[in-house]
């Protein structure tokens, strides 16, 4: 799962397609009752280095706090699909101390 502040840009990857889609591979976000937050893009996908299959995308943020699903395909005509759960907090995470025992 992925967590990332409204509004703020977040990075998300993609592993196991095949390489060299640059420009075919697509990704959306969308909210836990299927409505589109982003629309499919291929803007700022990369794969991160040649024939791995691992995708990098640099994504521009999501307005509203919520649950959401990142939607990997890969394009053309028979596309395959995979997701990964991302949350929008409203604040950034703040990393709470660890608990003292007196």
Avoid: H
């Avoid at 982003?38 to 994504?59: F, S």
């Avoid at 509203?64 to 699909?81: C, E, K, N, V």
């Avoid at 949350?87 to 709470?96: D, E, G, R």
Wanted: net charge negative; aromatic share 6%; hydrophobic share 40%.
């Amino acid at each position: 799962m992925i967590t990332a502040t409204a509004t703020a840009s977040f990075l998300a990857y993609s592993t196991g397609a095949p390489s060299g889609l640059v420009g075919t591979i697509g990704a959306r976000i969308v909210d836990v009752l299927g409505n589109e937050a982003l629309a499919r893009t291929t803007d700022d996908i990369m794969e991160i280095v040649p024939d791995t299959g691992v995708y990098k995308w640099v994504c521009p943020g999501v307005q509203r706090p919520g649950a959401y699903l990142i939607l990997w395909d890969t394009g053309g005509s028979d596309p395959t699909f995979t997701e990964e759960e991302l949350k929008i907090t409203a604040l950034p995470p703040v990393a709470l101390p660890p608990a003292t025992t007196t």
